[in-house]
């Protein structure tokens, strides 16, 4: 044979060079059968009497048997979506393989890069025959099954990383023979189970081990501090539990995220001083608590002063108790985050010792004192979250010296006065919240001036005046714009045409009068718009015809006159509210006019043609025992998919439920959004207020195109609001009809009126599962079916899965003063509906502060 020649290798299952001795009680026999090979293997090489002959015999079979056993990879694979391994073929020579590479010295295939390629199919064995291989990347594909225990025996692999695919199971215990690996990575997969001790006892050489995003449990090896030059330790998405080990202090960390766990015990102020190179730490969402019974933060801050090059913070959404401290003021910390605690009390003027911050998220604590005036000493700062506290004052004007700010949100506390202009002079402000607070006063036009302004609301106040004639200048805002529920008057400002930009456009519940312009066509870009119970007059303009990228128009509640352009149906309109004005002439046909519902309509008298809400007829009907008997029949239109509770819990042909749902999850979105839209008409616009007393999936129903429509009105309770007679104003009473069912809590109208916490199990049992164990939460089929994703079309799933849980258990919280209403939660849904369906700048300030997707978009 030539030099250079291949002749052809075939492998069996009996070809494995050392998987049939590699169980998990196996691996010192592995190590001595190993021992025996390699000095047999030097007998044969001293005794030969052609050193050359030997070192050629030795090159081409090592490549023979390399290209054996990727041949064997291949043929194990199911699929292979972009044809990427084509040219695995017995005619081409190995190095030559898509994905492979070669050490040239050595001649031997030392790296497998597959990744991103799509490839589905069982990690095949026979990898295990590569036994000069240093690099397997198999990232981002679809290979499920477990891990083969075989892999174990590339001895000389140094980086393995099987990130996003299926695979299941637990870590294999031989893997502990992998003795020269330096990186190891496995997140986001299905993998299971505790990790094996003398992994880390042996693989003292890792540098970084990533291990998110699976479904470990138990707790962390105190091994790992056999590691000594570990660096990036990434467990975050598990279900670890008890404490960090005291043994990372043996580490050379810079990086620790273990973030939605369940570690428990005091936040970890006897480990931390003794990682000098800690630069992230992030141990937000477990079970931790702060010092002295979860009182005291002083300890854990002071001992981070240690850590001095320290960058990144993270201690979200544990509850931790006590006062900011004095200790907080460290001068290399880049990103603090503390919301979702109960933090009590005032921001300490040692905050502005935090001299390289750039971001802080104290949202959803208790903090209610002042904000100190060393505040202004926070030059870098680009976002500031402090949504969702008790704040009881007027807005600091010392937040106009925050030149860096991009995202300022004050929203949902008790801030009161008028608002400060002088924050018109922050010029890279993109992101304004000041809503749902007691704001007074008129909106400053300076404030008008931040152009770059694209996320901006004042909602939820008490502002009075005008609109001022500066919103021309916002030229640039993309999102939305929210004025909505305030004490403004005067004409709809003819500047809001230079709004080209646009998306969202919110002014309802106001006291807004004049005509709605011709040249509103001229805001192109916008999908809605609000402008509902104000005292609008005149007609609508028939160039809303011309608004292509329009998507909902509400204008109900006002005084507007005239026919109902026609262009509407023209366009792609899937919400329209024209109720209560003074329309007339016939409901034009087409486009939205052909599925709007009589609510679309109510309230206009002279209009004709409107969609039947008939409530049938009666007919007498005879029992069995011969009682006769009232029937009313109601005709509504057909809906060819039916509930959705059919659609929730499909049933098959024996009549046992499969116990999974066929909607995907942008059609679950959807109807959660369009109920939620439903029940907010009902409970907020409609003249009479309406509770839905039967609110179930049986009675939600199912159109052609998967909208929702809330039916079933039938037990209910009015909300009648009746004069006091004296001039003192009005009291609302309650009509109860036929029974007390369920009740929205945002329309319980006495303000002691908690939820029992007997009555919430459901929530109970949700909050106990969530952030650890939300696929314990979740339909599997949604878990399923996002690991088949990409992972940005994955990552949307996973915002979109965790804001509808955390607004469903805001939303049921016990105390009323913290439920979103369901204008809130209608709001927050349509945002996440756009966001899932690929809408990324539909980015939203949710009930519960701004969302994670939101936070360093900016």
């Given at each position: 044979?030539?030099?250079?020649?291949?002749?052809?290798?075939t492998?069996?299952?009996g070809?494995?060079?050392?998987?049939?001795?590699?169980?998990?009680?196996?691996?010192?026999?592995?190590?001595?059968?190993?021992?025996?090979?390699i000095?047999?293997?030097?007998?044969?090489?001293?005794v030969?009497?052609?050193?050359d002959?030997?070192?050629?015999?030795?090159?081409?079979?090592?490549?023979?048997?390399?290209?054996?056993?990727?041949?064997?990879?291949?043929?194990?694979?199911i699929?292979?979506?972009?044809?990427?391994?084509s040219?695995?073929?017995?005619?081409v020579?190995?190095?030559?393989?898509t994905?492979?590479?070669?050490?040239?010295?050595?001649?031997?295939v030392s790296?497998?890069?597959?990744?991103?390629?799509?490839?589905?199919?069982?990690?095949?064995?026979?990898?295990?025959?590569?036994?000069?291989?240093?690099?397997?990347?198999?990232?981002?594909?679809?290979?499920?099954?477990?891990?083969?225990?075989?892999?174990?025996?590339?001895?000389?692999?140094?980086n393995?990383?099987?990130?996003?695919?299926?695979?299941?199971?637990?870590?294999?215990?031989?893997?502990?023979?992998?003795?020269?690996?330096?990186?190891?990575?496995?997140?986001?997969?299905?993998?299971?189970g505790?990790?094996?001790?003398?992994?880390?006892?042996?693989?003292?050489?890792?540098?970084?081990i990533?291990?998110?995003?699976?479904?470990?449990?138990?707790?962390i090896?105190?091994?790992?501090?056999?590691?000594?030059?570990?660096?990036?330790?990434?467990?975050?998405?598990?279900?670890?539990?008890?404490?960090?080990?005291?043994?990372?202090?043996?580490?050379?960390?810079?990086?620790?995220?273990?973030?939605?766990?369940?570690?428990?015990?005091?936040?970890?102020?006897?480990l931390?001083?003794?990682?000098?190179?800690?630069?992230?730490?992030?141990?937000?969402?477990?079970?931790?608590?702060s010092?002295?019974?979860?009182?005291?933060?002083?300890?854990?801050?002071?001992?981070?002063?240690?850590?001095?090059?320290?960058?990144?913070?993270?201690?979200?959404?544990?509850?931790?108790?006590?006062?900011?401290?004095?200790?907080?003021?460290?001068?290399?910390?880049?990103?603090?985050?503390?919301?979702?605690?109960?933090?009590?009390?005032?921001?300490p003027?040692?905050?502005?010792?935090?001299?390289?911050?750039?971001?802080?998220?104290?949202?959803?604590?208790?903090?209610?004192?002042?904000?100190?005036?060393e505040?202004?000493?926070?030059?870098?700062?680009?976002?500031?979250?402090?949504?969702?506290?008790?704040?009881?004052?007027?807005?600091?004007?010392?937040?106009?010296?925050?030149?860096?700010?991009?995202?300022?949100?004050?929203?949902?506390?008790?801030?009161?006065?008028?608002?400060?202009?002088?924050?018109?002079?922050?010029?890279?402000?993109?992101?304004?919240?000041?809503?749902?607070?007691?704001?007074?006063?008129?909106?400053?036009?300076?404030?008008?001036?931040?152009?770059?302004?694209?996320?901006?609301?004042?909602?939820?106040?008490?502002?009075?005046?005008?609109?001022?004639?500066?919103?021309?200048?916002?030229?640039?805002?993309?999102?939305?714009?929210?004025?909505?529920?305030?004490?403004?008057?005067?004409?709809?400002p003819?500047?809001?045409?230079?709004?080209?930009?646009?998306?969202?456009?919110?002014?309802?519940?106001?006291?807004l009068?004049?005509?709605?312009?011709?040249?509103?066509?001229?805001?192109?870009?916008?999908?809605?718009?609000?402008?509902?119970?104000?005292?609008?007059?005149?007609?609508?303009?028939?160039?809303?015809?011309?608004?292509?990228?329009?998507?909902?128009?509400?204008?109900?509640?006002?005084?507007?006159?005239?026919?109902?352009?026609?262009?509407?149906?023209?366009?792609?309109?899937?919400?329209?509210?024209?109720?209560?004005?003074?329309?007339?002439?016939?409901?034009?046909?087409?486009?939205?006019?052909?599925?709007?519902?009589?609510?679309?309509?109510?309230?206009?008298?002279?209009?004709?043609?409107?969609?039947?809400?008939?409530y049938?007829?009666?007919?007498?009907?005879?029992?069995?025992?011969?009682?006769?008997?009232?029937?009313?029949?109601?005709?509504?239109?057909y809906?060819?998919?039916?509930?959705?509770?059919?659609?929730?819990?499909?049933?098959?042909?024996?009549?046992?439920?499969?116990?999974?749902?066929?909607?995907?999850?942008?059609?679950?979105?959807s109807?959660?959004?369009?109920?939620?839209?439903?029940?907010?008409?009902?409970?907020?616009?409609?003249?009479?207020?309406?509770?839905?007393?039967?609110?179930?999936p049986?009675?939600?129903?199912?159109?052609?195109?998967?909208?929702?429509?809330?039916?079933?009105?039938?037990?209910?309770?009015?909300?009648?609001?009746?004069?006091?007679?004296?001039?003192?104003?009005?009291?609302?009473?309650?009509?109860?009809?036929?029974?007390?069912?369920?009740?929205?809590?945002?329309?319980?109208?006495?303000?002691?009126?908690?939820l029992?916490?007997?009555?919430?199990?459901?929530?109970?049992?949700?909050?106990?599962?969530?952030?650890?164990?939300?696929?314990?939460?979740?339909?599997?089929?949604?878990?399923?079916?996002?690991?088949?994703?990409?992972?940005?079309?994955?990552?949307?799933?996973?915002?979109?899965?965790?804001?509808?849980?955390?607004?469903g258990?805001?939303?049921?919280?016990?105390?009323?003063?913290?439920r979103?209403?369901?204008?809130?939660?209608?709001?927050?849904?349509?945002?996440?509906?756009?966001?899932?369906?690929?809408d990324?700048?539909?980015?939203?300030?949710?009930?519960?502060?701004?969302?994670?997707?939101?936070?360093?978009d900016?």
């Amino acid at each position: 044979m030539k030099v250079g020649e291949e002749k052809e290798v075939t492998l069996t299952k009996g070809s494995f060079l050392c998987t049939s001795l590699l169980g998990s009680g196996n691996i010192f026999i592995m190590a001595f059968i190993r021992l025996f090979f390699i000095l047999l293997l030097r007998r044969s090489v001293s005794v030969s009497g052609n050193a050359d002959s030997a070192y050629h015999h030795h090159r081409h079979h090592s490549l023979l048997n390399d290209k054996a056993a990727l041949l064997e990879f291949k043929m194990s694979l199911i699929f292979d979506p972009k044809s990427t391994l084509s040219n695995w073929e017995k005619a081409v020579p190995v190095c030559n393989f898509t994905g492979v590479a070669c050490d040239k010295r050595h001649h031997r295939v030392s790296q497998i890069n597959l990744s991103s390629f799509g490839l589905v199919g069982k990690i095949s064995p026979f990898i295990s025959n590569l036994t000069g291989l240093r690099v397997l990347n198999l990232f981002e594909n679809h290979f499920f099954g477990t891990i083969p225990h075989q892999l174990s025996c590339l001895q000389h692999l140094r980086n393995l990383i099987l990130d996003s695919n299926n695979l299941n199971g637990p870590i294999p215990n031989s893997f502990a023979l992998l003795t020269n690996l330096t990186l190891f990575s496995v997140q986001k997969n299905n993998l299971t189970g505790p990790l094996p001790p003398s992994f880390f006892s042996t693989c003292t050489q890792l540098k970084v081990i990533d291990l998110s995003l699976n479904f470990f449990t138990g707790q962390i090896p105190a091994e790992i501090g056999n590691c000594p030059n570990l660096w990036i330790l990434n467990l975050y998405n598990n279900q670890f539990t008890e404490q960090l080990p005291a043994s990372l202090t043996n580490t050379s960390l810079y990086n620790l995220d273990v973030e939605y766990n369940l570690l428990s015990g005091q936040l970890p102020s006897d480990l931390v001083p003794n990682l000098p190179t800690l630069l992230f730490l992030h141990l937000s969402y477990n079970k931790m608590i702060s010092h002295d019974n979860n009182t005291n933060l002083y300890p854990f801050f002071a001992t981070l002063r240690n850590c001095t090059h320290l960058k990144e913070l993270e201690l979200a959404g544990m509850g931790l108790g006590g006062r900011l401290p004095s200790s907080i003021g460290h001068p290399t910390l880049q990103r603090l985050e503390l919301q979702e605690n109960r933090i009590f009390g005032s921001i300490p003027p040692e905050i502005g010792n935090l001299s390289s911050l750039s971001m802080l998220n104290l949202t959803s604590n208790l903090l209610n004192g002042a904000i100190s005036e060393e505040f202004s000493q926070l030059s870098k700062l680009e976002q500031l979250v402090l949504s969702h506290n008790f704040f009881n004052i007027t807005i600091p004007v010392e937040l106009e010296k925050l030149l860096h700010l991009g995202l300022l949100d004050l929203s949902n506390n008790n801030f009161h006065g008028e608002i400060p202009g002088s924050l018109g002079d922050l010029p890279l402000l993109n992101s304004l919240f000041l809503n749902n607070n007691l704001l007074s006063g008129p909106i400053p036009p300076k404030l008008l001036k931040c152009t770059s302004l694209y996320r901006f609301d004042l909602s939820c106040n008490k502002l009075t005046g005008r609109i001022p004639r500066e919103i021309s200048e916002l030229r640039e805002i993309r999102i939305f714009i929210k004025f909505s529920q305030n004490l403004l008057e005067g004409p709809l400002p003819i500047e809001i045409i230079k709004l080209d930009k646009v998306e969202e456009m919110d002014l309802s519940s106001n006291n807004l009068s004049g005509n709605i312009f011709p040249q509103i066509s001229s805001c192109t870009s916008v999908q809605r718009i609000n402008f509902s119970h104000n005292a609008l007059e005149g007609q609508l303009p028939d160039s809303l015809g011309d608004l292509r990228n329009l998507e909902s128009f509400d204008v109900s509640s006002n005084k507007i006159s005239g026919m109902i352009p026609k262009r509407l149906s023209k366009i792609n309109l899937t919400f329209l509210n024209l109720s209560f004005n003074n329309f007339e002439g016939m409901i034009p046909s087409g486009g939205i006019f052909n599925s709007a519902t009589t609510m679309s309509f109510l309230g206009n008298p002279r209009l004709c043609g409107a969609p039947s809400s008939s409530y049938g007829r009666v007919y007498r009907g005879v029992l069995q025992d011969g009682t006769s008997i009232a029937v009313k029949a109601l005709v509504l239109p057909y809906m060819a998919n039916g509930s959705l509770e059919s659609r929730l819990y499909p049933h098959s042909k024996s009549g046992l439920g499969s116990g999974s749902s066929d909607l995907s999850l942008i059609q679950g979105v959807s109807i959660c959004s369009d109920i939620a839209e439903g029940m907010a008409y009902l409970h907020h616009h409609s003249t009479v207020r309406v509770i839905h007393c039967d609110l179930k999936p049986s009675n939600v129903l199912l159109n052609d195109d998967i909208t929702a429509l809330v039916s079933d009105i039938g037990i209910a309770i009015v909300v009648m609001t009746v004069g006091a007679g004296n001039g003192a104003g009005a009291i609302e009473t309650w009509e109860i009809l036929l029974q007390i069912c369920y009740m929205d809590p945002s329309v319980t109208l006495h303000q002691s009126m908690d939820l029992d916490p007997k009555h919430l199990s459901g929530q109970i049992w949700v909050k106990s599962h969530y952030p650890g164990r939300v696929e314990k939460v979740v339909d599997s089929s949604l878990i399923r079916a996002s690991r088949d994703q990409s992972p940005e079309v994955t990552r949307m799933w996973e915002v979109a899965i965790r804001e509808m849980i955390e607004l469903g258990i805001l939303r049921t919280q016990e105390t009323r003063s913290i439920r979103p209403t369901m204008l809130d939660a209608a709001d927050d849904l349509d945002r996440l509906k756009r966001y899932r369906s690929g809408d990324t700048t539909a980015a939203f300030a949710s009930s519960l502060g701004i969302s994670s997707s939101t936070l360093g978009d900016d």
